[in-house]
């Protein structure tokens, strides 16, 4: 395989500030007490938000929190597009590994955030930041061989918490993605503004089944990256559900894994009649990618290729966060543009 398609990154791979905040907070309460015992009592309440203490389980790592985290690293995008999704931006302090252009409505404020690396950062850099959460999108976020595990994390007093999706769970759905936002709004404390966002994201879904309800199912082939291989999605990703929602099928719906290769034989014997392709820094250009499919003798007959059906998608899009809401009506506009019209 061709360094220009081979995949970005491995996306099946899982896996003090804290102690200074929690410092900071016993001093406020214990030096106004003999002064003004009222008003110490009324400091200490105001210490600990409404609904907290919260306990959360994430990827095996419980983790209770005493109040809302106050300086977040994400690493990668899809974490940063949630936090700013929930208004959360006065809480970042860094981000990191950005994988396409950011949605327009949070692009202002995401690029007020400052950005730690074009990749994942070094533990170091992120210790820089001073922050007490990091927020990690894919596995390679807490990559043990990079000095990133939570282990090391959690040892300088730092919480962490991995995207649902590089958990290990068999299947992802939608329902993750709404999950994912709940507990994040959980987590720092705005559970009605993740609730709010929960039904504009569903809204959003919903609106778009609609529209291509009752349509004839469009087989589809996801191309993420490989020119020997096929590096596409499997029954298990998300992007199989969002396909499922926009009135396709996956032609590889039966490959059980997120991610895997296949050959071109198998593209070819199942004639997929559109082509989803995943857009994201490190795999060639969109424009790279449909060139290489068109200049295949061997595809000249794929009905997709034939007909030049392209739906591109970020591959942010296709991953557990606000971006797959998007997904679902891009798709079915690419699958059903009659149902648009």
């Known amino acids: 395989m061709s360094q220009l398609f081979t995949p970005a990154r491995t996306r099946g791979f899982l896996r ?21 015992e009222s008003s110490g009592d009324a400091k200490a309440t105001a210490a600990v938000p409404a609904g907290f203490p919260v306990t959360v389980d994430n990827c095996g790592v419980r ?9 977040v690293v994400t690493i990668h995008q899809h974490p940063a597009e949630l936090m700013l999704a929930l208004g959360l931006k006065d809480r970042m302090v860094g981000t990191a ?27 170091e850099k992120i210790l820089d930041a001073e922050p007490d959460f990091v927020y ?35 299947k992802v759905t939608m329902e993750d993605t709404y999950d994912e936002v709940r507990t994040i709004g959980k987590i720092f404390g705005v559970p009605d503004r993740a609730d709010e966002l929960v039904t504009d994201l569903k809204s959003r879904v919903g609106e778009a089944a609609d529209k291509v309800e009752g349509r ?31 009135g396709g099928t996956n032609v590889f719906a039966d490959l059980d ?4 290769d296949v050959s071109w ?23 790279q990618k449909k060139r290489f499919l068109l200049s295949q003798p061997a595809l000249a007959d794929v009905p997709a290729v034939r007909n030049k059906r392209f739906v591109v998608l970020p591959l942010t899009a ?21 149902s648009f019209r």
Request: aromatic share 10%; with cysteine.
């Open 63 to 71: 983790t209770t929190y005493e109040r809302p985290p106050s300086r």
């Open 216 to 246: 004839p199912e469009v087989p589809v082939f996801v191309y993420d990256s490989g020119d020997k291989a096929a590096f596409t999605a499997g029954g298990k990703s998300l992007g199989t559900e969002l396909i499922r929602l926009a």
């Open 318 to 338: 296709t991953l557990v966060g606000i971006r797959s809401a998007y997904a679902v009506g891009d798709l079915a506009r690419g699958l059903h543009p009659e």
């Open 16 to 36: 003090a500030t804290a102690a200074a905040v929690a410092l900071s907070s016993v001093l406020l309460t214990t030096s106004c007490g003999a002064a003004d």
């Open 136 to 170: 990690g999108g894919y596995g390679s976020a807490f990559a043990e061989k990079e000095g990133r595990a939570r282990t090391a994390f959690a040892d300088a007093g730092i919480d962490t918490y991995l995207n649902r999706e590089y958990c290990g769970k068999k």
């Open 97 to 123: 590994f950005p994988d396409s252009a950011v949605l327009p409505g949070l692009k202002a404020d995401y690029e007020a955030v400052p950005e730690l690396a074009r990749k994942e950062p070094s533990f």
């Open 257 to 260: 894994d997120v991610f895997g």
């Open 265 to 287: 034989e198998q593209v070819i014997e199942r004639r997929p009649e559109v082509i989803a392709v995943y857009d994201y820094a490190g795999a060639g250009s969109v424009e």
